[in-house]
């Protein structure tokens, strides 16, 4: 083990044994984020019940609004995403994820914040839900209970949707979406039905049981994951709008539970540049320099290396309106694996299941989730706690 300078300690090389030791496993996520991931489908089922017990129907109360401004940081932010990709390029109104304190200086009485925050008190989500009251904009909240947010909510006498704290907020992410997009349906810009959400939580459960700490490597889809990354610089791409979401939301908890840094984002884009990287010193370049007789696994032989995790959602019904035709992201990710395994780049491939957005998108996130916590203990790492991120906020905050 290495004692780092902040304190933390961990292991440089991953200890791939541990994976399959379950006294271990437990040793070194003494705040139960294994379990807190496998909670995802249990909390599409209670936020479901909670936002019906909302009084959401004010909002349709007045019609559609001429925009939907969905406030949050980090996990809270990718809850925005998530709608905006759900709804769709058909939605009849702009759904805009915003990351900063307040809201942007258009918005009015005519538009509709909905402001999340896990704990109930960041800045983002706190500031959006004080500006949106001072100009008359209808207003969500989703948070904990008995939370500043909540009280910003009272004044407003807006619907607000209690998150209990029972995980920290980068496990909370179903928790934290189903408000959002139950609050979003109430206003007519998606179609998300009881079926649905019953089908994501099933999905969810499935891959839990499949991903699940009793579950050895060479049969755990989340664990192979984890030790096929372990080492080296990960790639996340995804092949689609839904797929890029699942990708960004990938990088975070690769960076947050396994402190590794992470190139994640929408291969569309990554094929006008970053798709260079696989040429690159950490690419076909390195893999020039390697001993052809050396073990492909053996670190020592190769250096840090590449590995490409690509997400691929094929999409529904080919005739529905699309950012672009589905046969064009077929091709590309077809060519960006060709492209990986012409220079020795590694790839992973994750492909959607499901027969909704909301389904599809849960099978894309579920093994990734687990597998950045798998990585973690790899390393001996505590996924929970990230004195980086306690730091960060105490320093902010001075």
Known sequence: MIEGTAGVSGRRDPDEALLDDQDALAEHDPGGMLRHTASAGAQVRESAAL???????????????????????????????VLATVAGPRCPVPVIPHRSAGVPGWV????????????GRSPEALGAAE?????????????????????????????????????????????????????????????VNEADLAETAARLDADADRCRPTAESFVNPAKSLALGLAGSVPIV??????????????????????????????????GRGRVGLLDGVFGGLAEGERDIFADPDDEASTGTRLRLVLLRD??????????????????????????????????????AEGGSALERLASLVAVPDFASVYLALAHGLDPMAVPAITEMKELANQ
């Open 314 to 351: 094929g999409g529904l019904n080919p005739e529905d309106d699309a950012d672009e035709p589905l046969d064009v992201e077929e091709r590309r990710a077809d060519a960006v694996q060709t492209l990986a395994e012409r220079r020795g780049v590694r790839c992973d491939v994750v492909t």
């Open 237 to 270: 791409w995804g092949s689609s709008p839904l797929a890029t979401v699942a990708a960004r939301r990938f990088g975070d908890t690769l960076s947050a539970n396994a402190r590794y840094p992470v190139v994640s984002g929408a291969l569309g884009e990554a």
């Open 108 to 119: 009015g009485a005519a538009d509709v914040v909905i402001a999340v925050s896990a704990s």
């Open 131 to 191: 500006a949106a009251h001072r100009r008359g904009a209808r207003l969500v909240a989703v948070g904990a209970p008995d939370s500043q947010l909540q009280s910003v909510a009272e004044r407003a006498r807006a619907p607000f949707i209690p998150v209990p704290r029972r995980a920290p907020a980068r496990a909370s992410l179903w928790a934290l979406t189903v408000p959002v997009l139950l609050a979003a349906r109430t206003l007519g810009l998606v179609k």
């Open 51 to 81: 936002a019906a017990e909302a009084n959401l129907q004010v909002l349709a109360d007045e019609g559609r609004p001429r925009a939907v401004v969905i406030a949050g940081i980090g996990t809270a932010g990718r809850t925005g995403d």
